[in-house]
T-cell receptor
Framework: DAGVIQSPRHEVTEMGQEVTLRCKPI?????LFWYRQTMMRGLELLIY????????DSGMPEDRFSAKMPNASFSTLKIQPSEPRDSAVYFC??????????????FGNGTRLTVT | GNSVTQMEGPVTLSEEAFLTINCTYT??????LFWYVQYPGEGLQLLLK?????DKGSNKGFEATYRKETTSFHLEKGSVQVSDSAVYFC????????????FGAGTRLFVKA
Protein backbone atom coordinates (compact mmCIF):
# COMPACT_ATOMS: atom_id res chain seq x y z
CA ASP A 1 0.00 0.00 0.00
CA ALA A 2 1.62 3.23 -1.15
CA GLY A 3 1.85 5.96 1.42
CA VAL A 4 1.37 9.68 0.93
CA ILE A 5 3.48 10.78 -2.02
CA GLN A 6 4.90 14.28 -2.26
CA SER A 7 6.85 15.89 -5.06
CA PRO A 8 9.38 17.28 -5.48
CA ARG A 9 11.51 16.15 -2.52
CA HIS A 10 13.68 19.25 -2.85
CA GLU A 11 13.01 22.59 -4.49
CA VAL A 12 15.44 25.46 -4.78
CA THR A 13 14.14 28.65 -6.31
CA GLU A 14 14.83 32.35 -6.42
CA MET A 15 12.82 34.96 -4.63
CA GLY A 16 9.80 36.05 -6.64
CA GLN A 17 9.35 32.77 -8.47
CA GLU A 18 6.23 30.63 -8.28
CA VAL A 19 6.51 27.33 -6.44
CA THR A 20 4.06 24.45 -6.66
CA LEU A 21 4.18 21.53 -4.27
CA ARG A 22 2.23 18.37 -5.00
CA CYS A 23 0.63 15.66 -2.91
CA LYS A 24 -1.08 12.36 -3.57
CA PRO A 25 -2.91 11.12 -0.46
CA ILE A 26 -3.50 7.51 0.48
CA UNK A 27 -6.33 6.06 -1.54
CA UNK A 28 -9.57 6.06 0.44
CA UNK A 29 -8.54 8.77 2.86
CA UNK A 30 -11.03 11.62 2.99
CA UNK A 31 -8.99 14.31 4.77
CA LEU A 32 -5.81 16.02 3.63
CA PHE A 33 -3.59 18.39 5.57
CA TRP A 34 -0.71 20.69 4.61
CA TYR A 35 1.85 21.43 7.33
CA ARG A 36 5.00 23.55 7.37
CA GLN A 37 7.97 22.69 9.59
CA THR A 38 10.73 25.10 10.61
CA MET A 39 13.19 25.15 13.47
CA MET A 40 11.78 28.41 14.79
CA ARG A 41 8.05 27.69 14.59
CA GLY A 42 7.89 23.91 14.68
CA LEU A 43 5.03 22.17 12.87
CA GLU A 44 2.30 24.52 11.67
CA LEU A 45 -1.00 23.50 10.10
CA LEU A 46 -1.57 25.60 6.98
CA ILE A 47 -4.83 24.22 5.62
CA TYR A 48 -6.91 21.08 5.64
CA UNK A 49 -9.49 19.58 3.33
CA UNK A 50 -12.31 17.17 4.05
CA UNK A 51 -13.86 15.38 1.06
CA UNK A 52 -11.90 17.74 -1.23
CA UNK A 53 -13.42 20.86 0.37
CA UNK A 54 -11.20 23.33 2.25
CA UNK A 55 -12.40 23.36 5.85
CA UNK A 56 -9.93 25.61 7.61
CA ASP A 57 -7.28 27.76 5.95
CA SER A 58 -6.63 30.00 8.94
CA GLY A 59 -3.03 28.81 9.06
CA MET A 60 -2.19 30.02 5.57
CA PRO A 61 0.29 32.81 6.27
CA GLU A 62 -0.54 35.21 3.48
CA ASP A 63 -2.37 35.64 0.21
CA ARG A 64 0.78 34.46 -1.51
CA PHE A 65 -0.16 30.96 -0.41
CA SER A 66 -2.97 29.00 -2.03
CA ALA A 67 -4.02 25.35 -1.98
CA LYS A 68 -6.33 23.29 -4.12
CA MET A 69 -7.72 19.78 -4.09
CA PRO A 70 -9.39 19.18 -7.46
CA ASN A 71 -10.09 15.53 -6.70
CA ALA A 72 -9.65 12.93 -3.99
CA SER A 73 -6.22 11.84 -5.22
CA PHE A 74 -4.38 15.11 -5.72
CA SER A 75 -3.63 18.39 -3.98
CA THR A 76 -1.31 21.31 -4.61
CA LEU A 77 0.14 24.05 -2.46
CA LYS A 78 1.27 27.10 -4.40
CA ILE A 79 3.40 30.03 -3.29
CA GLN A 80 3.44 33.04 -5.59
CA PRO A 81 5.65 35.00 -5.30
CA SER A 82 8.03 33.08 -3.07
CA GLU A 83 10.20 34.79 -0.43
CA PRO A 84 13.26 33.59 1.52
CA ARG A 85 11.19 33.33 4.71
CA ASP A 86 9.09 30.64 3.02
CA SER A 87 12.07 28.28 3.21
CA ALA A 88 10.93 25.26 5.21
CA VAL A 89 9.92 21.62 4.90
CA TYR A 90 6.33 21.28 3.72
CA PHE A 91 4.47 18.13 4.65
CA CYS A 92 1.27 16.70 3.30
CA UNK A 93 -0.68 14.25 5.46
CA UNK A 94 -3.89 12.31 4.92
CA UNK A 95 -6.33 10.59 7.21
CA UNK A 96 -9.50 8.57 7.06
CA UNK A 97 -11.46 10.67 9.50
CA UNK A 98 -15.01 9.77 8.65
CA UNK A 99 -16.95 10.89 11.70
CA UNK A 100 -14.09 10.15 14.09
CA UNK A 101 -11.26 12.36 15.26
CA UNK A 102 -9.31 9.31 16.48
CA UNK A 103 -7.79 8.49 13.12
CA UNK A 104 -4.05 9.17 12.97
CA UNK A 105 -2.36 11.20 10.28
CA UNK A 106 -0.19 9.58 7.59
CA PHE A 107 2.59 11.89 6.48
CA GLY A 108 4.55 12.08 3.26
CA ASN A 109 8.31 12.55 3.34
CA GLY A 110 8.00 16.26 2.73
CA THR A 111 9.30 18.83 0.26
CA ARG A 112 12.30 20.83 1.40
CA LEU A 113 11.92 24.32 -0.09
CA THR A 114 14.80 26.75 -0.26
CA VAL A 115 14.14 30.25 -1.55
CA THR A 116 17.27 32.29 -2.24
CA GLY B 1 -8.06 26.55 22.70
CA ASN B 2 -6.45 23.14 22.58
CA SER B 3 -2.71 22.94 23.15
CA VAL B 4 0.11 20.49 23.84
CA THR B 5 3.25 21.15 25.88
CA GLN B 6 6.17 18.76 25.89
CA MET B 7 9.57 18.85 27.51
CA GLU B 8 12.30 20.68 25.67
CA GLY B 9 15.20 18.75 24.28
CA PRO B 10 17.54 17.57 23.29
CA VAL B 11 17.54 14.53 25.52
CA THR B 12 20.79 12.55 25.43
CA LEU B 13 20.90 9.03 26.84
CA SER B 14 23.21 6.06 26.76
CA GLU B 15 22.01 2.84 25.17
CA GLU B 16 19.79 0.75 27.49
CA ALA B 17 18.87 3.77 29.63
CA PHE B 18 15.28 4.50 30.69
CA LEU B 19 13.45 7.16 28.69
CA THR B 20 10.72 9.55 29.78
CA ILE B 21 9.47 12.43 27.64
CA ASN B 22 6.85 14.51 29.41
CA CYS B 23 3.71 15.75 27.66
CA THR B 24 0.76 17.69 29.07
CA TYR B 25 -2.27 18.97 27.24
CA THR B 26 -5.11 21.45 27.45
CA UNK B 27 -8.33 20.55 25.71
CA UNK B 28 -12.07 20.81 26.03
CA UNK B 29 -14.06 17.65 25.73
CA UNK B 30 -12.41 14.25 25.46
CA UNK B 31 -9.39 14.38 23.18
CA UNK B 32 -7.51 11.51 21.61
CA LEU B 33 -3.79 11.58 22.32
CA PHE B 34 -0.92 10.52 20.09
CA TRP B 35 2.85 10.17 19.96
CA TYR B 36 4.50 10.54 16.58
CA VAL B 37 8.17 9.95 15.73
CA GLN B 38 10.21 11.64 13.00
CA TYR B 39 13.46 10.13 11.73
CA PRO B 40 15.92 12.30 9.77
CA GLY B 41 14.71 13.17 6.29
CA GLU B 42 11.30 11.59 6.81
CA GLY B 43 7.78 12.62 7.69
CA LEU B 44 6.17 11.97 11.04
CA GLN B 45 4.80 8.52 11.68
CA LEU B 46 2.41 7.33 14.34
CA LEU B 47 4.13 5.64 17.27
CA LEU B 48 1.14 5.02 19.55
CA LYS B 49 -2.20 6.46 20.56
CA UNK B 50 -4.84 6.40 23.32
CA UNK B 51 -8.43 7.46 22.90
CA UNK B 52 -9.84 7.60 26.42
CA UNK B 53 -8.80 8.11 30.01
CA UNK B 54 -6.60 5.37 31.54
CA ASP B 55 -5.92 3.82 28.13
CA LYS B 56 -2.32 2.76 27.57
CA GLY B 57 -0.89 2.98 24.08
CA SER B 58 2.14 0.85 23.28
CA ASN B 59 4.36 0.04 20.33
CA LYS B 60 7.99 -1.05 19.79
CA GLY B 61 8.66 -1.00 23.54
CA PHE B 62 7.29 2.53 23.98
CA GLU B 63 4.32 3.17 26.25
CA ALA B 64 2.16 6.13 27.26
CA THR B 65 -0.87 6.25 29.56
CA TYR B 66 -3.72 8.75 29.13
CA ARG B 67 -4.03 10.48 32.52
CA LYS B 68 -7.07 12.74 32.57
CA GLU B 69 -6.59 13.81 36.19
CA THR B 70 -3.15 15.24 35.42
CA THR B 71 -3.86 15.98 31.73
CA SER B 72 -0.70 14.11 30.81
CA PHE B 73 0.49 11.53 28.28
CA HIS B 74 4.15 10.90 29.08
CA LEU B 75 6.17 8.67 26.74
CA GLU B 76 8.35 5.95 28.32
CA LYS B 77 10.67 3.20 27.20
CA GLY B 78 12.54 0.90 29.50
CA SER B 79 15.69 0.44 27.43
CA VAL B 80 16.50 2.74 24.52
CA GLN B 81 18.58 1.81 21.50
CA VAL B 82 20.70 3.92 19.17
CA SER B 83 18.03 3.39 16.51
CA ASP B 84 15.52 5.25 18.72
CA SER B 85 17.36 8.52 18.04
CA ALA B 86 14.71 10.75 16.47
CA VAL B 87 12.34 13.63 17.22
CA TYR B 88 9.21 12.73 19.19
CA PHE B 89 5.98 14.72 18.97
CA CYS B 90 3.04 14.60 21.34
CA UNK B 91 -0.30 15.48 19.72
CA UNK B 92 -4.02 15.62 20.32
CA UNK B 93 -7.22 15.80 18.35
CA UNK B 94 -10.66 16.56 19.69
CA UNK B 95 -14.22 16.80 18.47
CA UNK B 96 -14.13 20.42 19.61
CA UNK B 97 -11.18 21.01 17.30
CA UNK B 98 -12.76 19.58 14.19
CA UNK B 99 -10.37 17.27 12.42
CA UNK B 100 -7.29 19.30 13.29
CA UNK B 101 -4.40 17.60 15.08
CA UNK B 102 -2.44 19.87 17.41
CA PHE B 103 1.25 19.03 17.85
CA GLY B 104 3.74 19.83 20.58
CA ALA B 105 7.08 21.41 19.71
CA GLY B 106 8.87 18.06 19.51
CA THR B 107 11.66 16.58 21.64
CA ARG B 108 14.87 15.46 20.01
CA LEU B 109 16.37 12.26 21.46
CA PHE B 110 20.00 11.26 20.99
CA VAL B 111 21.02 7.76 22.11
CA LYS B 112 24.76 7.06 22.42
CA ALA B 113 26.25 3.60 21.99
Amino acid sequence: DAGVIQSPRHEVTEMGQEVTLRCKPISGHNSLFWYRQTMMRGLELLIYFNNNVPIDDSGMPEDRFSAKMPNASFSTLKIQPSEPRDSAVYFCASSNTGSSYNSPLHFGNGTRLTVT
Amino acid sequence: GNSVTQMEGPVTLSEEAFLTINCTYTATGYPSLFWYVQYPGEGLQLLLKATKADDKGSNKGFEATYRKETTSFHLEKGSVQVSDSAVYFCALSSHTGGFKTIFGAGTRLFVKA
